[in-house]
């Protein structure tokens, strides 16, 4: 089996590729429009420098060849969410070539405008150029993937390099499409405009399944249906489209100088496999965690300023065990929250000083998610800080009004003194130290 | 009374500038019924002006009455370029030369009559189609014809913005006896300029007299950061004409014409240009339709201009409105530039046509080491009348623009100054220099005109 993708990654400038119009989507349909984007007669597009140097660093960051000069290209078809009927695109010379991450060769990178958006109600249909003209980079692969699991691996890591360079929102899904080529034994399959990581899976999953029963008879171009989670044809192919390519005759050849792109290789940060590898031995950490930590750059920037003054090994169990699983569990990113550094440091100290407990330190975790505050100062102010004076105490007392899970335990029942253990926890509202508690009640039962 | 006397006039009060404006409205208005040179004459809106300019003048061209040809989008005025599917469209926004003029204190009369987006050397492929003011059964040239034509008529102090892709100004300068100039490729701000053939379209201006060309080009060249082909290099001002040089080729035409030129003429070499003259139409006319067909595709019906109820297929109802509102040549130039960049012909022909037009600048650019400007008639034929268009094929047609399309080609400035007349019908003479020699060319004009 064979697989080729072409890759569709809107970057994320404040502005779009050739008008000053801001690219939030988010807002009312065709209020983020002018007349450059919505291509009234005789405007002009002026190139957005920002959407090319950031198009540059991803293709540096994909070990890509940089061209020494680049132009664009009027690609001509007739489409409702066209605003000229034409898209500009690069055809003959893309800024960027023969890239490779990991296993898989990288053809081309180029730069391009994204159209805008058709929205079907009923029977009608409605356009929103909001979209308009948003920067996109495409990345061609070669047919270098064997199988639907070999493309979710790459995209996965293309995802956290594009997120490092923050050149891309892990939260909308949108913003990464891809065409995908794929044959086993018969002729090629073309699954067109698939949108997101897990539809692109889906949909391959999908293909691969279907082509390995029957192998397709004739080169075929499909669309995913993500309703019902299936490829349909879309039209058997004849013969290549033609768009009829000019050069851009608004837009100037840009040459890309050797200075400028030393100075965009500067502007990349450390990438994940290198700062994997750091964190490893830097910090003495297993190779799992250090792999966690690195595929969310902001996990793995909490991470380091955490591990300044708390033990690594306690910062990363945390780190991973708690605060992913927190976010995981309510559907958030890093990006999300408002944590800070500072505040998951001193609840981590007082954890590492047995100030304490493990409960506690979930809790207020919890808490610095939602809102910001100092952990020292809510623990003193709630008395959450860990007090063994009154343990005897507490125990003596649950042993006394419960008598039947004492026999219990007495007759063998360990799980008993779980409970019991659970009861003076409840009495020391926090303050105490299950395993502490545990020690005390053994003793005092035997 | 000249526009330099004008101006002057103004600034020291000796004259009405509202007077002027009204005087110049009332005289569009009638000429309009008999020569059609304009498509919409902006009464309301230069009154306005006037009255502001009046109040305070201020400005390089205060109170100066300018016409616009109708490709250069004005903000709120219905702005079509002479075709009928941009009937009604009104821009949201100002042409930099249209802001910079405005700001400089210069008042919009009208726009002007042209062949449809341009596509045309006798301003006929159009719903308006301006009479020539020496003879109304003849063309006034194209595709800037009712811009050369009003400037030719008018007894008002006048300017008329243009623009020239293949030799729309010249030509209808020459047919209509006033001055055109056609600048550097990006010395003018194409910005709010509805494209024709974007590597090649240069907006300009036409005068009565050559040395009026002066204060209005001052103001429209300079660079704009809203287009990314404009020049950020300021003209030579560098005037002197030490050598000059005929065309060999361009005067193998009529030989009244041939002789008139001539005789306006002293000191001369003669230089034969043969790749222009064998290649020039051909590369022009590839490279301009593969641009305008690209150009055209937005005017669907869907966006802005005319429209039909929707109905069928998007495709369906594109056709449909295009069949209806275009004219027979911008479908043919569609029709040709679509076929000119298509896979399997796009080698042969768009590519080969960008390939020969650099050969072509290379001739020039040879030429220039040499001359400081390069003579030859405007047209090879004097203007015809609308009865002989008819009778011409487009590829006669197209032939008529060999002359003016090597300069246009190649981005050169170039001017057509009024030579005198055969019969009653008018001639005019080409000067083109090197890129950003405009002022070479200005002053050599004058001194030709002078001899008429």
């Known amino acids: 089996m064979k697989i080729g993708l072409e890759i569709h990654v809107q970057l994320n400038t404040k502005s779009k590729i050739f008008c000053g119009c801001s690219t939030s989507t988010s807002t009312e349909p065709n209020t983020k429009t002018c007349e450059i984007c919505s291509g009234a007669p005789g405007s002009k597009p002026v190139l957005n420098k920002e959407a090319l140097h950031q198009g540059i660093k991803v293709a540096l960051a994909l070990n890509s060849k940089i061209a020494k000069t680049t132009f664009f290209s009027r690609k001509s078809y007739f489409y409702p969410d066209m605003t000229k009927d034409f898209q500009i695109t690069q055809y003959e010379i893309p800024f960027a070539s023969k890239g490779k991450l ?60 594009l997120e490092y360079l923050e050149v891309y929102d892990r939260k909308s899904e949108a913003t990464l499409k891809a065409d995908a080529n794929i044959s086993t034994t018969g002729e090629k399959v073309e699954i067109k405009n698939i949108t997101g990581l897990k539809e692109i899976e889906s949909a391959l999953d999908y293909e691969a399944r279907l082509q390995e029963k029957t192998p397709a008879s004739k080169q075929e171009t499909k669309r995913w249906d993500p309703d019902n989670q299936k490829t349909q044809t879309m039209r058997t192919k004849e013969s290549e489209d033609d768009y009829g390519y000019i050069f851009e005759p608004d837009l100037t050849k840009i040459e890309l100088s050797k200075e400028l792109v030393s100075l965009l290789k500067k502007e990349i940060p450390e990438l994940s496999l290198d700062k994997m590898s750091r964190l490893e031995s830097e910090y003495k950490l297993k190779k799992e965690d250090a792999e966690v930590l690195s595929s969310e750059k902001k996990l793995a920037e909490i991470f380091e300023k955490v591990a300044e003054k708390i033990d690594p090994e306690l910062a990363a169990k945390w780190l991973i065990r708690d605060l992913r699983k927190i976010l995981n569990y309510s559907k958030l990113t890093f990006k999300d929250i408002t944590l800070e550094v500072k505040h998951v440091i001193e609840l981590l100290d007082l954890f590492q000083n047995n100030k304490i407990n493990d409960k506690t330190t979930k809790d207020l975790l919890i808490k610095l998610t939602q809102e910001s505050f100092s952990p020292k100062e809510y623990v003193k102010k709630h008395h959450l800080e860990l007090d063994s004076s009154n343990l005897e105490k507490f125990c003596e007392e649950v042993i006394k009004e419960n008598k039947k899970a004492v026999e219990d335990y007495k007759s063998g029942n360990e799980k008993s003194i779980n409970f019991l253990t659970g009861m003076v926890m409840r009495k020391a509202k926090g303050t105490a130290n299950p395993k502490e508690v545990e020690k005390i009640l053994k003793e005092l039962i035997k | 009374m000249i526009i330099q006397h004008y101006l002057k006039d103004v600034k020291e009060k000796n004259i009405s500038i509202t007077k002027t404006i009204k005087s110049i409205l009332r005289e569009a208005k009638t000429l309009n019924k008999k020569h059609n040179c304009f ?169 009565k007299t050559t040395e009026e060309l002066f204060p209005i080009f001052n103001v429209i060249k300079g660079h704009d950061k809203k287009d990314s082909t404009s020049l950020n290099e300021k003209p030579s001002n560098d005037n002197k004409v030490k050598k000059i040089a005929i065309i060999k080729e361009a005067f193998e035409i009529n030989p009244e014409i041939k002789n008139q030129t001539l005789a306006n003429l002293e000191d001369y070499d003669v230089i034969s240009l043969p790749l222009n003259k064998k290649y020039s139409i051909p590369t022009y006319y590839i490279i301009a339709m593969a641009e305008a067909s690209t150009n055209l595709a937005k005017y669907c019906g869907l966006r802005y201009g005319q429209t039909l109820p929707l109905q069928g297929s998007f495709n369906d109802f594109f056709s449909e409105v295009r069949s209806k509102y275009f004219t027979k040549e911008a479908k043919r130039r569609i029709i040709l530039g679509t076929f000119t960049r298509m896979a399997g012909f796009r080698d042969a022909y768009y590519l080969k046509a960008m390939k020969t037009r650099t050969l072509l600048i290379n001739e020039y650019k040879k030429a220039f080491k040499k001359y400081d400007v390069l003579i030859s008639p405007t047209m090879p034929i004097l203007p015809p009348k609308f009865s002989e268009i008819d009778k011409l094929s487009p590829l006669e047609q197209y032939q008529m623009d060999t002359l003016t399309v090597g300069p246009n080609l190649s981005g050169l400035p170039h001017l057509s100054v009024p030579s005198g007349f055969i019969g009653k019908l008018p001639i005019g003479t080409m000067l083109t220099s090197n890129h950003l020699e405009e002022e070479k060319i200005i002053n050599f004009g004058e001194q030709i005109e002078q001899r008429n």
């Open chain 1, 102 to 161: 990991e296993n898989i060769n990288l053809r081309r990178i180029h730069l391009e405008e994204d159209p805008g958006a058709l929205i079907h109600k009923g029977s009608t249909c409605l356009i929103d150029y909001n979209r308009a003209g948003i920067p996109l980079i495409e990345i061609v692969t070669e047919p270098d993937f064997k199988s639907p699991n070999e493309v979710r691996l790459f995209l996965r890591k293309l995802i956290t390099i």
């Open chain 2, 39 to 207: 498509n919409i004459i902006t009464e309301d809106l230069a009154l306005e002006q006037a009255e502001e300019q009046e109040k305070s003048p201020s400005g390089r061209l205060a109170g100066l009455p300018i016409s616009i040809k109708d490709c250069i989008c004005v903000k709120n005025v219905e702005s079509r370029a002479g075709s009928k599917i941009l009937k009604d469209y009104e821009p949201t926004f100002n042409a930099t030369v249209i802001q910079k003029l405005v700001d400089e204190g210069a008042i919009i009369i009208g726009k002007t009559s042209q062949d449809e987006f341009g596509f045309g050397g006798f301003s006929t492929n159009t719903d308006n189609i301006p009479k020539n003011p020496f003879d109304e059964k003849v063309s006034c040239g194209g595709s800037s014809g009712g811009s050369a034509c009003f400037t030719q008529l008018t007894k008002n102090p006048h300017a008329s913005i243009s623009e020239s892709t293949g030799g729309s100004i010249a030509n209808p300068a020459s047919f209509c006896s006033v001055s055109g100039l056609t600048p550097t490729y990006g010395l003018v701000s194409r910005y709010g300029l509805i494209d024709y053939a974007n590597s090649l379209d240069k907006i300009g201006v036409m005068t």
